[in-house]
């Protein structure tokens, strides 16, 4: 099993600042990282998948980057909406698996 | 486009079985995989495991052999069978499309793209 590890677990961005979030496998899973946003008591929203690719609908604000074991998602001007939870899942190897999840709040 | 909604009974008791139907529209339940994940707070999101309409599935060991899933295709549903529940399944439990179909050849990319809003099941005497 592919353990994912997300830090930190909780970040603090001003609105309109850059926000970083991290996304490490244990071990290498090439391209094969989705991101999801989740809103409190919503379900998740797939936002990247292959590492980079954004889902339909998804705004520009929101890029992926990484392979192998580090992966990064970036918002390039915070918005108030998008202070909410963010997961990576690994689907390189069987089962597919979560990461824990990075809080996003407004500074 | 695609809509999912799951639904269940929402309190189940400790050994016995818990059991959900998801509801598709928007889409034939004939061309992607259709899964299952849950969420609590002490596991975060896990996959459960996924149904093809060829009744193909595929599950996650670490639910050992207590998983069962099914399609009705003349209702466009699928639905989960876990058996032998402990306070430990307690979670919110999603029904969630992966994959896709593109002619007769078929392909699951194992993340997943529409969810359903999800359907809390409490484990408890």
């Known amino acids: 099993e592919i353990v994912m590890t997300q830090s930190p677990a909780t970040l603090s961005v001003s609105p309109g600042e850059r926000a970083t979030l991290s996304c490490r496998a244990s071990q290498s899973i090439k391209t094969n990282l989705a991101w999801y946003q989740q809103k409190p008591g919503q379900a998740p929203r797939l936002l990247i998948y292959?590492?980079?690719t954004r889902a339909t609908g998804i705004p520009a604000r929101f890029s992926g980057s990484g392979s192998g074991t580090e992966f990064t998602l970036t918002i390039s001007s915070l918005q108030s909406e998008d202070s909410v939870i963010y997961y990576c899942?690994?689907?390189?190897?069987?089962?597919?698996?979560f990461g824990g999840g990075t809080k996003v709040e407004i500074k | 486009q695609v809509q999912l909604q799951e639904s269940g009974p929402g309190l189940v008791k400790p050994s016995e079985t818990l059991s959900l139907t998801c509801s598709v529209s928007g889409a034939s339940i004939s061309g992607y995989y259709w899964n299952w994940i849950r969420q609590s707070p002490g596991k975060g999101l896990e996959w459960i495991g996924y149904?093809?309409?060829?009744?193909?599935?595929n599950h996650n060991p670490s639910l050992e052999s207590r998983v069962t899933m099914s399609t009705d295709t003349s209702k466009n549903q699928f639905s989960l069978r876990l058996s032998s529940v402990t306070a430990a399944d307690t979670a919110v439990y999603y029904c969630?499309?992966?994959?896709?179909?593109?002619?007769?050849?078929?392909?699951?990319?194992?993340?997943?793209?529409?969810w359903g809003r999800g359907a809390l099941v409490t484990v408890s005497s």
């Open positions: 149904i093809f309409h060829s009744g193909s599935t």
């Open positions: 899942q690994q689907y390189n190897n069987w089962p597919p698996f």
């Open positions: 969630a499309k992966s994959g896709f179909c593109s002619g007769s050849t078929c392909r699951n990319n194992w993340y997943f793209d529409v």
């Open positions: 292959d590492a980079s």
